[in-house]
Antibody, heavy 112, light 107 residues
Framework: EVKLVESGGGLVQPGRSLKLSCAAS????????MGWVRQAPGKGLEWIGE????????NYTPSLKDKFTISRDNAQNTLYLQMSKLGSEDTAIYYC?????WGQGVMVTVSS | DIQMTQSPASLSASLGETVTIECRAS??????LAWYQQKPGNSPQLLIY???SLADGVPSRFSGSGSGTQYSLKINSLQSEDVASYFC?????????FGAGTKLELK
């Protein structure tokens, strides 16, 4: 069974950084592209980006490219999202995804 | 970026009714379109991929159709458990983009 479990969320002050993790299990992690999607409270879905199997290709939505970095550790079956210069607009649930499989999400709240 | 225009934004229907949700892409996405269902407090669940392929475990009352820039999701014989929000997503071009969503309620 494909399982994706996000962690690392919480309350963070504006301007600070935060790194999310996504632990994958139930499939061969290093065979798949992996990605991140977010959803602000009560709002729609925003695709953040995705990374290929060997980390040689990473695609981002342009508006987030300069503040978010996606990476992965195939030995640890873990996907990461490094977020910097956070603002209130980044308050959202962050989902890890492998194609049509999504994790349960992790909440990030940016507030002083 | 490809813009996905989804309609209607909200929809009220009766049990047993057939409902249709539409998504229009700002350019041809060659059927690289998925539909997701999201119930309150849950993550989105894949219903349809490649415009008309049913995801594993999804009831057959859900179907997808369309081509080019116009796509639709149809739910036959609406059930109470279908009350949810529905989103389309194109994955033909980066950045992948979502429709704004349709909130489906029971009348």
């Amino acid at each position: 069974e494909v399982k994706l479990v996000e962690s690392g969320g919480g309350l963070v002050q504006p301007g600070r950084s935060l790194k999310l993790s996504c632990a994958a299990s139930g499939f061969s992690f290093n065979d798949y592209w992996m990605g991140w999607v977010r959803q602000a409270p009560g709002k729609g879905l925003e695709w953040i980006g995705e990374i290929n199997q060997d980390s040689s290709t990473i695609n981002y939505t342009p508006s987030l490219k300069d503040k978010f970095t996606i990476s992965r550790d195939n030995a640890q079956n873990t996907l990461y999202l490094q977020m910097s210069k956070l603002g209130s607009e980044d308050t959202a649930i962050y989902y890890c995804a492998r194609g049509g499989y999504w994790g349960q999400g992790v909440m990030v709240t940016v507030s002083s | 970026d490809i813009q996905m225009t989804q309609s209607p934004a909200s929809l009220s229907a009766s049990l047993g009714e057939t409902v249709t949700i539409e998504c229009r892409a700002s350019e041809d996405i060659y059927s690289n379109l998925a539909w997701y269902q999201q119930k309150p407090g849950n993550s989105p669940q894949l219903l349809i991929y490649d415009a008309n392929s049913l995801a594993d475990g999804v009831p057959s009352r859900f179907s997808g159709s369309g081509s080019g820039t116009q796509y639709s999701l149809k739910i036959n014989s609406l059930q109470s458990e279908d009350v949810a929000s529905y989103f389309c997503q194109q994955y033909n071009n980066y950045p992948y983009t979502f429709g704004a969503g349709t909130k489906l309620e029971l009348k």
